[in-house]
């Protein structure tokens, strides 16, 4: 199906950019609803264990007790998948009196299938689900979360090629109507590239987010404005660097690219040193990027894990500990993945991120 689709743009319209072929594929891809788990393509941290959503609850309704405890506020997830993680947060935050009572609950969800299973993992709560952040509605105080949201939105890639100038890199068909990749045949000016793109060598690949670097003004205006803070989960560098960072995977193993198309998730890393400069040029604080195991280790993930576990039988025991072992381990999620945090101006320091 989304081959066929895109194929046809191609043929119609000529070579298109990474970006529309990143969005078509993955929006074919979404559709379907079956990435998660064991029979799917990939494991989530929320899927992997429910002492993550808790922990991520917990911050929530420090991050709100911090506010004033704004009844109501706006407390929004941006790409729930199966409604995992939100479902954890909902439940740890049970304990904190009037949250779940001042919580008004926006899901940022595009896919059919998976807002019908976000529905389902949350019986007892009536959230509103939003084609876009833009979408939620203004002048509450703003609680936002998102895992592995980032990674999943279209990035640009450009070559730096041998005459030393710079192309955008295309998807093209080959005379077997294969896809393949391309360059643009009109070169981009480097005023349009971020700064690092100055230490590409020829045949390095530059990339660019323009969905993230929008959404990040568009959270950070919102803080700005209402208050509030938000919370990003993905995996990618500290620092941005120059590579190639797109990748596809097919059930728990890395695919072609341009093979299994709309079948396969795709994913680049996320730039989160870009992510803090749009969040700070727009007036909000910035807290981390900070690896994932050392915060989910000053959440408390080891003693949350014990405690489920003293009380577990042995495979739910077993379960719990290679889970959070997982998340925190530097060879397993522990370092590739970051934790940022943006508060509005005058907020307290969010918890697990060293004061700045
Ligand atoms: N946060 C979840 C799922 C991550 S997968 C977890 O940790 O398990 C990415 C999620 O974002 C999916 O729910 C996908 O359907 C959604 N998504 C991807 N691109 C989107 C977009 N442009 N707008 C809204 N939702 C999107």
Redesign the pocket.
């Known amino acids: 199906m989304a081959q066929a689709l895109i194929r046809d743009i191609i043929k119609q319209e000529g070579p298109i950019t990474v970006e529309r072929f990143m969005?078509l594929a993955?929006g074919h891809y979404?559709a379907k609803?079956t990435?998660?788990g064991r029979t799917g393509d990939f494991t989530?941290?929320?899927?992997i264990s429910q002492v993550f959503g808790e922990l991520i609850g917990i911050w929530c309704c420090l991050a709100w007790e911090g506010l004033g405890k704004p009844d109501p506020f706006l407390l929004v997830?941006?790409?729930?998948?199966?409604g995992?993680?939100m479902a954890d947060l909902l439940r740890a935050a049970k304990a904190m009196p009037g949250f779940l009572e001042a919580a008004r609950i926006h899901l940022?969800?595009?896919?059919p299938a998976?807002r019908q299973a976000q529905a389902k993992a949350l019986p007892s709560f009536k959230p509103i689900w939003r084609?876009?952040f833009e979408d939620a509605p203004q002048d509450l105080p703003l609680i936002l979360v998102?895992?592995?949201?980032l990674d999943?939105?279209p990035i640009r890639q450009f070559v730096r090629t041998a005459s030393g100038e710079v192309c955008e890199r295309l998807v093209a068909l080959d005379d077997d109507d294969r896809f393949v990749f391309a360059l643009s045949p009109e070169t981009i000016p480097g005023c349009a590239l971020p700064a690092h793109a100055a230490q590409a060598q020829v045949g390095d690949v530059v990339e660019t987010c323009p969905?993230a670097a929008k959404l990040t003004r568009d959270v950070a205006f919102r803080l700005g404005k209402d208050k509030g803070a938000a919370l990003f989960i993905d995996y990618g560098p500290g620092e941005s660097g120059v590579g190639d960072s797109l990748q596809a995977v097919k059930g728990h193993s890395y695919a072609r690219i341009l093979q299994d198309v709309g079948e396969a998730d795709l994913t680049a890393h996320v730039d989160f040193a870009e992510i803090a400069r749009q969040a700070r040029k727009n007036g909000v604080l910035v807290h981390g990027p900070t690896p994932q195991g050392v915060w989910l280790q000053r959440m408390g993930i080891v003693e949350r894990t014990r405690q489920l576990a003293a009380n577990a039988p042995a495979a739910a025991r077993d379960l719990l500990l290679s889970g959070s072992r997982r998340l925190i381990e530097p060879r397993e999620m522990g370092t590739l993945f970051k934790v940022l945090a943006l508060t509005s101006a005058d907020s307290p320091a969010p918890m697990g991120f060293e004061s700045i």
């Open positions: 969005a993955l979404y609803g990435a998660f989530t941290a929320p899927e997830e941006l790409g729930p998948g199966r995992t993680l940022v969800e595009t896919s998976l084609d876009r998102a895992n592995e949201f999943a939105l969905q």
